[in-house]
């Protein structure tokens, strides 16, 4: 399914709402009555890519099922900093047990209403990637293998974010964290290792898998949109910048989302039943560069004693990414 | 192994004085059929409408939930979700899910897969939901050693869940019954624990009661708390200093009430099903008894066998058999050992290092008591599978009676072999210094 | 339900926590100067009536031009669109055809027959405007809508000064002129035409006007020395021009030298092109980059078969010929004569090289001080004295419709203020929204939007309109390339990427609220807002 770019209109669907769009054709994001899934008062950091994420897929998950949507959450930055007795953030029905095993509750949870013939009532489970990619990782591939009806998103942060930021199976190479240490011949995470669970996901077969950005909202939007149509286990990963661990500002969040599909780290894709069936594509090519600097975490490859070569080795990276999935395209309209 | 016998107990587990045996209560003819304790289970469990059945196999659980395995394909147990999980902390996952949806949710397991789901068990505990358990007991490895005892429960001891022994398959059929009531009328998880191999695959006479009694015992689940899109609540809340020993105190306090509603559930089902099962704890012949046995599990009917031996012998000999673990029924377990001068306590699984679990909690029931009983001995028994035979606890009740026992006794240990162990290990050179000193310091009887 | 102590909580709770404690930033809301009004010389506000026209609001976008400026269709025909040179979207790729729309909204108005209202209350003070150039038709039409009666008096037959008289009818036809100008004769204005002012401060006495606002523009031909034969056919350009407005249009012959390099250069070139000269040159003496007239009116003319002679002067002029020296231009870039000559055919040579004022209507009227050939005035373009203003050509200003039309309102406004004893308050200038400001990300790729040119063969022999006008479709899309430059546009960004759902949506036309209750100050809004609508200002602690 491709994401319907709404063409010109100023801004098109680039932002927003735009109000030269008909209200159907704003984000859900637009609408004054969005269900703020994830409301005010929360205690996560000031500009985080997770809070951010969350309340996106949420509220466009809750007007997808006209808000018959159970959460599940792994624990993680977006369970403390939701739930922190006596207050809630979440305006939904959510449980939180435990960090490894989201998937594995909220087939319990989908179990329930298919027992109880609640089939309006839709299940969806969410956690960091720690929670998804490393721990959780054997409930979510028995859910995905069960093909049980559940959506499950990732919210990824590239790191253990809550407990202090240290590296995950999701955490990129060269990258500081506080267990892969700036320091030493090969400073940050090392290259050659680390995961790719969406691709993982897209090998189980199951209906549907996609990635996604807190950047590109629209395209969130639809995937969410998409997968809710659809029964079965379903896998959607948003990449949402975390100022804290990445050492970058507060205001940056989106910009780096942005960036980061648009050098070509972070591929922007979908795939039903194991076949990728679109890409987004870059818009503004950059080099990786424009992405890693504006990041502490990357700091140690700039700065007095830079490290051009590990810097190359990161756009061969990205260079990888966009020949493998297509990702500029010479008609790229908008 | 454990024929019907008359069992001197009450259904409130307190020790009546004066009552000795009950026989059954109505006068209905239930329909005895001879079953694998497994296959018992699984159709009782099946008769209390789990609405979500999820498993992961080991041994020596397997038959059960393949049993209920077929009975949910087969349609004979709808509505039901049987899931298969690809572990068992998934199972317990997957029930915490099911139940917090208000879902009816039911798993087994043993050992490994115990604590494999360690963490969600606490956790269903934790958050308060009536899930319901079959733990066929099983060693722990390493070394991996499939058979019987019981450090898998017992390392769950602290978990917040209820933990009821199984005597028999019966009994086990029986409890698995009330613990759907007790969880949901507590909102507290029940964990039934029979034996593995001794209670799951032996067949007996058992009788599986009709769906319709049970339905008349057991209604339908109305959950406390429920994931509800009509009415929506943030359950699993992060708690800090500022509660959480208030949530602990309330945990404890659950535990307390169930100290009182055991015996009434196991009263009414006496008063449904004709029959006495469950409850905190039974006595046997324990009236004038001078020496009294506790333990728990399948090796009571061995236990009782051997005291009725022992009695026609004129050894004042009687036996506590303790079903609620969890609650620990101290004031009942202090009101049954009362007037014992001495106490052997059987335990098939034991914490290192210092000795009993269930003699700890024993113990420490009776510290208060005015008349203490003058002895107490620990005997760790039947480890690992290791037949517990009619021949060694005569010989241990024997020596007991004759205070010639250790306080911690490990029934029928090969000393031979350990003492031949412990003396190579001591020749061999070691790492450092100090294990290699301290081996050398060692006894025989594994004491400094 | 009962709901466990601690474990299980009431939704949307944490609204209690109120986060915007850990703000050390405030972000807030403002309404920047987008560059594009703030070169406007007219001081329209073009980012707000670009804003209606991009949802299709074209009365209100009329409208808006309107409060500053009474001649759209004029200014999408002959404004010079400092604002496009300005416009902060040429860095992203073409600035905004602003011109274009401008002019569609006007043709718009002219075609549904819009009109202005005079709502306000009459004043009873009479103001007499000196000239019906844009200077004083734009300075009648605000000082009727400020309830001020109002006689235009221009010594010419019609309305228009050198819109009529100088700019030629392929740039600007004359039903577009008439149709303005009747708009604002319609409003109420006493239009006395063949009437010349000789003495300002006699006129103001005489016939008991109020005040009185000059603007005659500057209309007389500057002369050169050129060496020429007896012979020789010597004329300035704004009489060639002003020619064409006559029954008997001016004989040029068929081989024109025109000397100069401005725009009215260009104009003289091309109208006698469309006269019949078949090979109109232009003569300059510096050389293509160093002509004053616009990139486009030079493009213009070489296709339509003007030839361009650059860096080369007039040195003498004869009956058919002329004679031009070259030159080169020396390290400064000044042209420096080389003394070498060639001969041109020529049968008449226009001087285009300039336009001085006649300013007989301020001789002798004390207090008015005159410089440089043009009349001075202080800010609120009132001269030394009291009670006459003066705008136009006639100031010491750029020479242009739109300078011309500013003047008009700015005098106008402060002629208002000066019947009522007050001060005319400028309203303060905001800040600029530079590029830097915005987030051109999220502006889609959108080509600007050309109007559609008359081919060549037909512009060289006929007057109609060189360049026509873009259709409602085209003038939408163009609308739509503005970037709002520090403005808010309503798209809903700041709404959508507040993690914090500390932004209040007010619904259409209301904009957003910023509750600082919950806004931790991360900034997200102000970076992620495209138009730069929202600035940081540090948290009052
Ligand atoms: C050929 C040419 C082309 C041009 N093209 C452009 C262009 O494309 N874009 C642009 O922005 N600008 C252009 N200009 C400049 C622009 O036309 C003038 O800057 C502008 O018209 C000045 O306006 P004004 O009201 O001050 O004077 P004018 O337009 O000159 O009007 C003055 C009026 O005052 C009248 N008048 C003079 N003296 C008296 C008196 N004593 N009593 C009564 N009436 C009097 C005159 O008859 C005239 O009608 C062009 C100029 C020329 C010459
Ligand atoms: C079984 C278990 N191991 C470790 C932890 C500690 N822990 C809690 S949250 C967390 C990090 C979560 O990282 P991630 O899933 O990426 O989510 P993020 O906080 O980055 O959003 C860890 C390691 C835990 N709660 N449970
Ligand atoms: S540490 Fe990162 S993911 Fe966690 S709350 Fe802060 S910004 Fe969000
Ligand atoms: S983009 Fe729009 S607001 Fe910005 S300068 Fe251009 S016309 Fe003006
Ligand atoms: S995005 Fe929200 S929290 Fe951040 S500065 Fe703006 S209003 Fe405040
Ligand atoms: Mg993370």
């Known amino acids: 399914m491709a994401v319907q770019q709404i063409k010109f209109y100023q801004t098109g669907s680039f932002v927003v709402g735009n109000r030269l769009l008909s209200p159907e054709q704003r984000a859900v994001q637009a609408d004054p009555g969005r269900a703020n899934a994830l409301t005010c008062g929360h205690r996560a950091c000031q500009g985080c890519g997770e809070a951010l994420g969350a309340r996106y897929v949420v509220d466009t998950a809750l007007r997808a099922a006209s808000n018959k949507v159970i959460a599940v959450n792994a624990t993680g930055c977006l369970e403390v900093f939701s739930t922190p007795y006596p207050e809630t953030s979440w305006q939904l029905p959510w449980l939180h047990s435990l960090f490894g095993n989201a998937a594995a509750v909220a087939t319990g949870v989908a179990a329930a209403q298919r027992v109880k013939h609640r089939d309006d009532v839709r299940v969806l489970a969410q956690g960091g990637d720690g929670g998804t990619v490393d721990i959780g990782f054997a409930c979510l591939s028995g859910m995905f293998e069960r093909n049980d009806d559940v959506l499950y998103v990732c919210y990824d942060n590239e790191a253990y974010m809550n407990t202090g930021v240290q590296r995950s199976g999701a955490t990129p190479p060269a990258a500081r964290t506080a267990t892969t240490q700036a320091v030493g011949s090969d400073p940050g995470n090392l290259f050659g290792q680390g995961k790719n669970v969406p691709l993982i996901a897209l090998a189980h077969e199951i209906p549907y898998v996609a990635t996604a950005t807190v950047a590109e909202l629209r395209d969130l939007e639809a995937k969410v949109q998409y997968a809710m149509s659809l029964r079965g286990a379903r896998y959607l990963h948003v990449l949402v910048p975390c100022p804290l661990g990445w050492g970058s500002d507060s205001s940056e969040t989106i910009r780096l989302a942005r960036l980061a599909k648009e050098s070509g780290l972070f591929p922007v894709f979908e795939a039903e039943r194991g076949e990728i069936t679109g890409v987004s594509k870059i818009r503004r090519q950059v080099p990786v560069e424009e992405y890693l600097q504006p990041q502490r975490r990357y700091a140690h490859l700039f700065g007095p004693s830079p490290r051009p070569e590990v810097v190359a080795r990161l756009q061969a990276r990205a260079d990888r990414n966009i020949e493998r999935f297509g990702l500029i395209d010479d008609e790229v309209d908008n | 192994m454990s024929e019907q016998r008359e069992l001197e107990r009450s259904p409130n587990g307190r020790v009546e004085p004066g009552e000795h045996t009950r026989g059954p209560a109505a006068p209905r003819q239930p329909l005895y059929r001879q079953l694998e304790g497994s296959r018992g289970v699984a159709e009782a469990v099946a008769r209390c409408r789990p609405e979500v059945v999820c498993a992961y196999p080991i041994s020596p659980q397997t038959h059960i939930v393949e049993a209920l395995s077929a009975l949910v394909k087969s349609g004979e147990l709808t509505p039901c979700e049987f899931i298969n999980v690809e572990s068992e902390f998934g199972a317990m996952s997957v029930a915490i899910g099911a139940s917090a949806a208000g879902a009816r949710a039911y798993t087994a397991t043993a050992s490994q897969g115990l604590l494999y789901m360690a963490e969600a068990v606490y956790n269903a505990a934790g958050l308060g939901l009536p899930i319901v358990m079959t733990v066929a007991n099983r060693a722990i490895g390493a070394p991996i050693n499939i058979w019987n005892d019981h450090s898998d429960s017992m390392s769950q001891r602290d978990s917040g869940w209820i933990q009821l022994y199984a005597e028999d398959n019966q009994e086990a059929l029986d409890l698995h019954i009330q613990a759907f009531r007790l969880a949901e009328e507590l909102s507290v998880p029940v964990m039934v624990c029979m034996d593995g191999f001794v209670l799951t695959h032996a067949y007996e006479r058992l009788t599986v009661p009709s769906q319709q009694d049970v339905d008349a015992f057991l209604p339908p689940y109305t959950p406390r708390q429920v994931l509800d899109p009509a009415d929506p609540v943030s359950i699993g809340a992060m708690v800090g200093p500022e509660a959480f020993t208030e949530v602990r105190y309330l945990a404890h306090v659950k535990q307390l009430q169930a100290e009182r509603a055991i015996p009434q559930v196991a009263e009414d089902f006496a008063a449904a099903f004709g029959r006495d099962s469950g409850g905190l704890l039974h006595t046997y012949r324990c009236d004038d008894a001078e020496t009294i046995v506790v333990a728990l599990g399948s090796v009571l009917g061995t236990i009782k066998d051997t005291a009725d031996d022992l009695r026609e012998e004129g050894m004042r000999i009687g036996v506590v058999g303790l079903t609620s673990f969890r609650p620990f029924p101290a004031d009942a377990i202090r009101a049954a050992l009362s007037a014992a001068r001495r106490v052997v306590i059987v335990e098939r699984a034991f914490s290192t290092g210092i000795g009993g679990i269930v003699s700890a909690d024993v113990w420490n029931a009776t510290s208060g008591l005015r008349q203490r009983p003058a002895h107490g001995y620990t005997v760790i028994a039947g480890l690992g599978g290791r037949p517990i035979t009619k021949a060694s606890l005569r010989r241990l009740f024997v020596d007991a009676v004759a205070d010639r026992l250790e306080p911690l006794t490990f029934l029928d240990l090969d000393r031979d072999l350990v003492d031949r162990e412990l003396r190579r290990m001591g020749e061999r050179r070691r790492s450092g210094p100090t294990a290699e000193n301290l081996l050398r310091d060692i006894d025989g009887r594994g004491r400094l | ?541």
């Not at chain 3, 100067?33 to 026209?53: F, M, N």
């Not at chain 3, 008096?153 to 392929?170: A, L, T």
């Not at chain 3, 806004?519 to 730069?532: I, T």
């Open chain 3, 1 to 541: 339900m009962e709901k466990p102590f601690a474990i299980t909580l009431d939704v949307g709770s944490s609204r209690a926590n109120k986060t915007g404690a850990w703000r050390t930033q405030r972000p807030v809301y403002t309404d920047l100067l987008p560059p594009c009004s703030d070169a406007c010389p007219a001081g329209e506000q073009v980012q707000q009536w670009l804003y209606h026209a991009e949802e299709g609001g074209y009365e209100r976008a009329w409208r808006q031009i309107m409060s500053d400026n009474p001649f759209p269709a004029i200014m999408g025909r002959v404004c010079y669109r400092p604002c496009e040179t300005a416009c902060n979207r040429g860095r992203l790729d073409e600035a905004v055809g602003i011109n274009s729309v401008e002019r569609f909204l006007g043709d718009e108005a002219i075609r549904q027959g819009w009109t202005v209202p005079v709502e306000a209350a009459s004043s009873g003070r009479h103001v007499l405007v000196v000239g019906a150039g844009p200077a004083g038709l734009a300075a009648a039409y605000h000082l009727r809508l400020l309830g001020h009666r109002v006689t235009v008096r221009d010594s010419g037959s019609k309305p228009g000064g050198m819109m009529r008289y100088g700019i030629p009818v392929y740039r600007l036809p004359r039903d577009v002129l008439d149709a303005e100008i009747q708009r604002i004769v319609d409003m109420g204005v006493t239009l006395e035409l063949g009437t010349t002012v000789r003495d300002a401060a006699e006129a103001m006495a005489a016939d008991g006007f109020d005040a009185v606002f000059l603007a005659v523009g500057a209309h007389i031909g500057q002369r050169t020395y050129i060496p020429a034969g007896d012979s020789a056919r010597i004329m300035d350009a704004v009489s060639v021009l002003r020619g064409m407005e006559d029954e008997d249009l001016p004989l040029l012959g068929r081989r024109v030298a025109v000397y100069g390099g401005g725009n009215t250069a260009l104009d003289v070139a091309r109208t006698a092109k469309r006269l019949g000269a078949t090979d109109p040159i232009v003569v300059y003496r510096r050389s293509r980059e160093r002509m004053p007239a616009h990139d486009f009116e030079v493009a213009e003319a070489i296709e339509e078969g003007v030839r361009m002679n650059w860096l080369s002067t007039v040195a003498h002029a004869d009956a058919g010929t002329i004679t031009v020296e070259r030159m080169e231009l020396d390290e400064s870039g000044y042209p420096q004569p080389t003394g070498e000559f060639d001969e041109l055919g020529a049968d008449a040579l226009v001087l285009a090289i300039g336009q001085v004022s006649d300013l007989s209507v301020v001789d002798g009227v004390p207090g008015v001080h005159v410089a440089d050939a043009v009349v001075e005035v202080d800010r609120t373009m009132m001269t030394g004295h009291q009670g006459i203003f003066a705008g136009g050509d006639m100031v010491p200003a750029e020479r242009t419709v739109t300078t011309a039309v500013g003047h008009g309102k700015l005098a106008a406004r402060n002629i208002d203020a000066w019947l009522r004893h007050r001060r005319y308050a400028e309203p303060d200038r905001a800040e600029l929204a530079d590029y830097d400001r915005l987030n051109p990300w999220y502006f889609s790729d959108a080509p600007k939007q050309h109007r559609p040119r008359l081919d060549a063969a037909r512009r060289a022999s006929t007057f109609d309109e060189v360049v026509s006008g873009l259709d409602e479709s085209t003038a939408l899309f163009e609308a739509r390339r503005c970037m709002s430059c520090g403005n808010c546009f309503e798209c809903d960004n700041c709404y959508g990427v507040c993690p914090d759902n500390a932004i209040r949506k007010l619904g259409p036309g209301q904009r957003y609220e910023i509750d600082y209750d919950y806004c931790k100050g991360c900034n997200l809004c102000v970076a992620e807002c495209p138009a730069g609508a929202i600035s940081v200002l540090p948290e009052r602690s």
